[in-house]
């Protein structure tokens, strides 16, 4: 018998969530694990969907990787309020996802190159995120990607017992260019 083929990220491509892609979207959220949902947000799991369809707006953008017509990756970006001009605009890293049988093929790379290009072309020069401190996975991951831990942060967990989540910001900035 021949072996199944690996799964390449060749035929990778983006696109912004739209209301037509509900259904692939939803069968995306359900199939992953419990360990990668639990990882990923503290969004209950039936609420997700709704509540990232509710969030898109002018500053919030989400990309979605497919492949084959098929959502493998979520990434998501707010751009704050400007403020005093575009340049001093920064963005958010609120999500990011990849298909748990896809892990580590460099899928989630690729989906957070496209997201710190989305910011880019916004004018922002910062980007941050928050991750779960003791998921080490991630903060490599992210450090690979050139964000340096910033601040640490308590939280209070969205589950009504009053138990805190504890998170690192991290940060990347991109030089302003010099001419
Ligand atoms: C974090 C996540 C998006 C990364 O996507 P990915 O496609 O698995 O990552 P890539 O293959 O692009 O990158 C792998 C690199 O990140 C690190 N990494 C990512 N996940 C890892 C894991 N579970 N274990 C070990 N290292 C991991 C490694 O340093 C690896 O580096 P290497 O290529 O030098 O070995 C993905 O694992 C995921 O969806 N995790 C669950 C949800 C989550 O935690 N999201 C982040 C919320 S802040």
Redesign the pocket.
């Known amino acids: 018998m021949q072996a199944e083929p690996t799964p390449s990220i060749d035929a990778l491509v983006f696109e912004t969530l739209t209301p037509d892609m509900y259904k692939k979207f939803q069968s995306f959220v359900e199939e ?1 694990s419990p ?7 503290n969004i209950p799991r039936e609420s997700f969907v709704n509540v990232i369809y509710q969030q898109l707006s002018r500053r919030t953008t989400v990309i979605v990787g497919k492949k084959a017509n098929d959502v493998i ?3 998501m970006l707010t751009v704050s309020k400007s403020l005093s001009s575009n340049h001093n605009r920064e963005a958010r ?1 609120a ?6 049988d ?11 190159k496209q997201l710190l290009k989305i910011a880019e072309g916004r004018g922002c020069r910062k980007v941050t ?4 401190k003791n ?4 903060i ?5 990607h050139g964000f340096k831990i910033t601040k640490e942060k308590q939280l209070l967990n969205a589950d009504g017992e009053n138990t805190a989540v504890n998170l690192y910001e991290m940060e990347k900035t991109t030089p302003r260019p010099t001419n």
């Open positions: 992953l360990e990668t949902y639990r990882d990923a947000t990756s979520f990434g890293i999500g990011l996802i990849v298909r748990t896809l892990q580590g093929r460099g899928i989630g790379s690729l989906t957070v995120l928050l991750v779960l998921n080490k996975a991630v490599k991951f992210y450090q690979k």
